[in-house]
Nanobody, 136 residues
Framework: QVQLVESGGGSVQAGGSLRLSCAAS????????MAWFRQTPGKEREGVAT???????SYVDSVKGRFTISRDNAENTLYLQMNSLQSEDTAMYYC??????????????????????????????WGQGTQVTVSS
């Protein structure tokens, strides 16, 4: 049973920084992909960043250059370092884990990749969330 527990949220002024953590348990070979999503009331869940077991990251455009996703596989912990925070970053932040998905490239070549930031429904396991509030 995969369990994800986020921490590190809080209130910060615009321009400030926060570091989110996600402690994972029950992770196995079937859940190599991890990600951060965020959601504000009345809006759809938005992908922030994903990372595969090897540490290769992917970011949504709005956070590139400001946020850094990383993971410590030995400690089963996912991180999100958030710098230069803006009021638009205010949201509940969720940690997620999931399996690789099939991707067919040129000439029908098959590869296995982590679901992207726009594919939240491909992630099977979710934490309870941690609130981030940025005041201007």
């Amino acid at each position: 049973q995969v369990q994800l527990v986020e921490s590190g949220g809080g209130s910060v002024q615009a321009g400030g920084s926060l570091r989110l953590s996600c402690a994972a348990s029950g992770m196995g070979d079937g859940t190599p992909c991890m990600a951060w999503f965020r959601q504000t009331p009345g809006k759809e869940r938005e992908g922030v960043a994903t990372i595969d077991r090897g540490g290769s990251p992917s970011y949504v455009d709005s956070v590139k250059g400001r946020f850094t996703i990383s993971r410590d596989n030995a400690e089963n912990t996912l991180y999100l370092q958030m710098n230069s925070l803006q009021s638009e970053d205010t949201a509940m932040y969720y940690c997620a884990a999931g399996a690789l998905k099939r991707k067919y490239g040129k000439f029908g070549l098959l590869s296995f990749v982590c679901p992207g930031t726009h594919e939240y429904n491909e992630y099977n396991y979710w934490g309870q969330g941690t609130q981030v509030t940025v005041s201007s």
